[in-house]
């Protein structure tokens, strides 16, 4: 029997939890495999890496980890591959030394320009916008974010991007840094908050101060949480990937590397069941589809699947 | 004197046997408990009694227990650090912050050890020279040391420590003992001594008792608190060197929340909130009861907060239970 | 009314610390105002209440505890898993009404405050023990009840969500639940046998013991109401940031502490007013409402707080600072 | 003769380990006062506090007017009409003093609130009636001088309109002047026909306020009877079980140099201009009345209080304490004041206690060597003549007479060169005294100098060889202890003598 471990930022947090749908879903696809969801209550770098530990302990075949931290987590997770362990990281990756694979949910860059699409689209005109993301230290958003912004100038002049703020996927200090933004920028348009929980809390907020219609939120939104923000007119459109497809081929390609059914090295192809293949770069990551689009016309359809 | 007064009778130095209060003391009951978690755990787990997960298990504690040691020295006599875990942040700070400009390994761990102890001065002067509580005084500090780290590094991150630096968190002295866990025992050692075998612990213990009779006795207790606040950063210095080591990199967020687990480890350890009573034995009993059973519970995949659950009921139930038995003896 | 204030509050030289807690506020108001006038505008300070009131009341309700010389550290998980009970409850049985819930929100808090008064009465574990045990048990707890998800906004019902945010004389439900709860304290700490208990046992526990108090059950009190307003913050939380997890206040106990110190609550016990923690609370919250406005980096934040905190505390040390018995000055006096 | 008001029989009490209470009995009548009379841990607050509620009897009987009662609590007791006034001073130092006197019966409005205005004017009211009128209501307690606070205490229990009034040690803590007034108000306090009953170590007041008196040894009730039919030896035999004559030691005092010499001491606010000298095998004693300032001046000389103007010299050199340790290692200690708080560690064990300012000689190179450290104890606590089971045992559990031994016994550890004492017999039994007495005598014999701190005049007057009296942070006169009369000393302390003369 294979035994996967999948690590995520934190346990709750319903992106992760349909995730993990998708890594049952391979799991009993491929048979002999028995997925270990696991991940600490607060997303912290030391969480995981008490996890990891016991997961070594544990003799678990492969761990494919959401991380915290991309270079925290590099000493534990080296430990697991010395003691033979596939490694491989998804959605918020490690460091290339700390894993074999890194499998990005989609484009990075696609990923930038799309959460300034979705403010520009409703915004002809132009504007302020400020974006409202996780933790200061979260891999993934970072990198979007950095992509959004090399894109801004030439592909959105009239995008005027006011601030960064972080709220930690905590929902409170989401909820006042929403606040703060509102009251120091006068004049904003849009909220971009590329977190499932940032999102809600801005979009929550635009709604308490009657500013739906004037501030418009979006950015990387579960349907299934967000889907009364969108009913409401509190945001015209949301982002995000298929998370059941991510977690399901996250346990996928563990799986190949752990079996020795496929080899992470650059450019090569590894297969991923129902969803097709990827094809590694030469860092060893390799993207999915691109960021799907949900409003007014899908919303309703897709909050019942994830 | 009066000559109806009866000869000077004979005092016994002590009336009770010194083994048998040995025997019923705290960490004889805190070492049942540590042994009855490590049976259960060997039996819950195919893979607790590996040298190398037994190895591994260490590392999710010794850092804490390192700053316990000073933490339950400082409690005795009566004050209380909650800033620990943001000298963690702080340190390991400073010590990325040298990095940029090529500072090689030993000057790393100065730096590290060097921002701890200047850290904990800075709490011992507010406590002792303007008479503030420290459990406020250290509420502020906490933020205001984790602020620090903050605003060198905001959404940054240290890394590219030297190759040499990573063997303190992550090297091995001998087999699979890590310089970690070494580091640990010694220190306990260290502070076994001063605790209980020197002046200097001696007149901890009479402060935490009584600061006024103390200090009516000649004590010089400000002094001697502020030495512990001092003691209590450097081990929080130490302890930043072994976790950015382990780490191998710095974010102002790194041991969040610790401050309230070496609390606990030091109270678990019989060490009197209250002041005035506590052993290091005990105190090191109870790191191993908290490694033990995150670390057992880990192998289960039990989630942390529902270790946590465990945790805090050991604690009232440990601390409860000589209360409950007394009181059912009456 | 102000001639019973001189006395209630037992000491003038704390409400002379109030007096100068509030113009501070009022000049730090005065000084954001500058720099960004909208911050002081009647609105703009209507939302800042707001946004302080459960940390108000909170902080309220950690007083009473701390007048005792106990400390609850469990006050934020204590919100937590309320909070997260009643959100399930909602979610699951969305036919309870929410008048309902919200008054199921203290019992349930009041029961998880009796447990550690219970702890401390009959056991006399002291406060920080009991509480930094049901700490995590709460917080353990509130990730059990839900199974380890979250609940969003999407599983509560519109009136759960809404209620709190209903506005009434331009102020909404939320800010009025601080209000009434202030008042209620008021009364409650200067007005009836139980409140001044609280405060004797605090000053003197021996004292109290020989003027009849059962100090035990006083500190048992103590914590059942601040069970019961963190139960009703429960409710309030989640309502307001509508979802609720296990992560719900996380860290929080420092803050509410915080706030009762710089309103000038001693530690020590037996010192302390509502007046008090209220303005202390609302002095973090301008604080934290104002860095973002006055275009202070999120990253200074916390440092800015923490010194606050400490300047507070070193202020508060000053003004209480034991002047001595001056007995040359009596003597000149008599002579 | 009127039926008793207050009986109790074969009362019990144990605490783990001491029998406080064994099958006491005992009456308390209408209109008369009482005296208890007992060695230090006798168990006379032990029986104050199972009186008023606060302990529970393990066995016995308490009857009040015929019939028997419980006391459940301290707030059951006072609604029988039981009152006291404690050994220990229990008052709310931040709350008001109206609030100190009602705190637990305040007087409530028809909502079941607190009514603040009745409660302050019936606080003014009882001050006023006891001649205490110049007291405040609204005030902080904090804010009263120490016999002020006293009469707080004594106005909270008479704001109880209660049958039984207990006063434990009352004077222990008040000098002449303020133990003169208490004595009237007990003299009105029997025309009302209260029961009182009194307890003093000092006989001169047994006899003076009495009319009856009980005997406690170890426990138990020894003998019971009318003060006026008893003479004082009798009861100090029932009391300790043989004759103790107090008479103050013989000495010949060898006074020697001048050891410590203090000009024109000052501090900002408590003190002013103090000099003196201090010489060698002499005993200087300090009067003056309660908060007079004495102590503060001791802790000056000790290093504990700061001063703003002044000096010091020991054996001729300047002499500036930073801190207590400076000052014993120079060779001055202080036996202080308050011995629970600032004397003993009761949760230690005998022989830490005494060994701590000599840790630097018993132990090495800061190691600790616990048979020094015995050794040490007990050759200066059998010169003391320490009754304890062990040295191991916590000082907590001696009786206050031993403590006051073991913080003396530390002190002389340390082989000092002046030893200030202050109020050495406060609250200590009869024969303990004695035997303080004599070990002072023994200290100067030897070539020590002694400051002794007393409120108590005869203790002044029998032990000193000059007498310093101080008066509201001044020294008023430094005299030779010849010729003096009591009635001058006083006059000199409350200030009498300049308007006089
Ligand atoms: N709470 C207690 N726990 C244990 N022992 C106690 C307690 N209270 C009193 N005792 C013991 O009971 C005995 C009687 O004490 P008590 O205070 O009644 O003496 P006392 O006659 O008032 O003495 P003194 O003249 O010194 O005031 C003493 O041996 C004392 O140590
Ligand atoms: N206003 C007060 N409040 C509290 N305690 C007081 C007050 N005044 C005096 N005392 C206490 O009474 C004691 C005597 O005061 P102080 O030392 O100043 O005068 P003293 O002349 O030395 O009196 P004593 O003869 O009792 O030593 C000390 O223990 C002091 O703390
Ligand atoms: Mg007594
Ligand atoms: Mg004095």
Known sequence: ?306 | MNDQTPATRHVPDRLDNPLRSALFSWPSLLLVVAVAIFVANSLASPYFLSPWSLSDATFNFTEKALIALAMALLIISGEIDLSVAAIIALASTAMGFALQFGIDTPGLVAIGIGTGLLCGAFNGFLVTRLGLPSIVVTIGTMSLFRGISFIVLGDQAYKGYPESFAFFGQGYVWWVVSFEFVLFLAAAAIYYVVLHRTSFGRRIFVIGNNATAAQFSGVRVERVKFVLFCLTGLMAGIASVLLTSRLGSTRPSIAQGWELEVITMVVLGGVSILGGAGSIVGVVIAAFIMGLVTFGLGLLNVPGIVMSIFIGLLLIVVIALPIVYRMVRK | MTQTLSTLAPLRLLKLREFWLAISIAVMIGAIATRAPSFAAPANLADIFNNTAILMILALGQMVVILTRSIDLSIAANVALSGMVIALCNASMPWIPVPLLILAAPLLGLALGAINGFLVWKLDIPAIVVTLGTLTIYRGTTFLVAGGQWVNAAEMTPDFISITRIQLLGLPLLSWFAVVIAAAFYVVMTRTPIGRSIYAIGVNPTASVYAGIDVGRTKFIAFCISGLVAGLCGYLWVSRYVIASSETAVGYELQVIAACVIGGVSIAGGVGTVGSALLGALFLGVINSALPVIGVSPFWQMAISGAAIILAVVLNARAGRKTGRIILKRAEAVS | MSQPKLTLAGVTKSFPGVRALHEVSLELYPGQVTALIGENGAGKSTLVKVLTGIYQPDAGEIVLDGKPVSLGSAHKAFELGITAIHQETVLFDDLSVAENIYLGHAPKTRLGTIDWTLMRANARRVLADMGAGHIDAETRLRDLSIANKHLVAVARAMSIDAEVVIMDEPTAALSHKEIEDLFVLIELLKEDGKAVLFISHKFDEIYRIADRFAVFRDGEMIGKGLIGETPQNDIIRMMVGRSVDHIFPERAPAIGDTVLKLDGLSHPTEFDDIGFELRRGEILGFYGLVGAGRSEVMQAIFGLTRTSRGAMTLDGAPFAPHSPADAIEAGIVYVPEERGKQGVVVDLPIVQNVSLPSLKKTSRQGFLRMAEEFALTRKYTERLDLRAASLSQNAGTLSGGNQQKVVIAKWLATQPKVIILDEPTKGIDIGSKAAVHAFMAELVAEGLAVIMVSSELPEVMGMSDRIVVMRAGRIDAVLDNKNLTADGLVKRAIGAHEVAA
Do not use: C
């Open chain 1, 1 to 306: 029997q294979t035994k996967i471990a999948l690590v995520v930022k934190s346990l709750g947090n319903g992106f992760f939890d349909a995730a993990n749908k998708g890594a049952q879903e391979a799991a009993k696809e491929l048979g002999d495999v028995e997925v270990i969801y696991t991940g600490p209550t607060t997303a912290t770098a030391e969480g995981q890496i008490e996890i990891i530990n016991s997961l070594i302990a544990q003799n678990v075949n492969a761990i494919a980890i959401s991380a915290n931290d991309p270079d925290a987590l590099v000493p534990a997770l080296k430990k697991a591959m010395e003691r033979g362990i596939t490694v491989i990281s998804w959605d918020s990756g490690v460091a290339p030394e700390g894993r074999s694979v890194h499998l990005n949910p989609s484009d990075t860059n696609l990923i930038g320009e799309t959460i300034i699409k979705l403010a520009a689209d409703y915004l002809p005109d132009g504007g302020d916008v400020a974006i409202l993301s996780a933790s200061s230290t979260a891999t993934n958003q970072n990198a979007w974010i950095e992509a959004a912004k090399k894109v801004l100038p030439e592909k959105f002049p009239k995008i005027n991007l006011v601030a960064t703020v972080y709220g930690d996927d905590d929902s409170v200090k989401s909820t006042n840094e929403a606040k703060g933004l509102i009251a120091s920028y006068p004049n904003l348009k849009a909220i971009i908050a590329p977190t499932t929980v940032g999102v809600v809390a801005a979009a929550q907020v635009v709604t308490d101060d009657n500013l739906i219609g004037k501030i418009n939120v979006t950015g990387l939104a579960l349907p299934s949480e967000f889907k009364q923000f969108i009913d409401n007119g509190a945001s015209q459109a949301v982002a995000l990937w298929n998370p059941i497809d991510l977690g399901y081929s996250a346990v996928q390609i563990a799986y190949q590397l752990a079996t020795k059914k496929a080899e992470a090295k650059p450019g090569a192809t590894i297969s991923i069941g129902r969803v097709g293949s990827i094809t590694l770069d030469d860092t060893n990551s390799a993207a999915m589809a691109a960021p799907f689009q949900f409003d007014k016309s899908n919303i309703e359809e897709f909050s019942k699947i994830y």
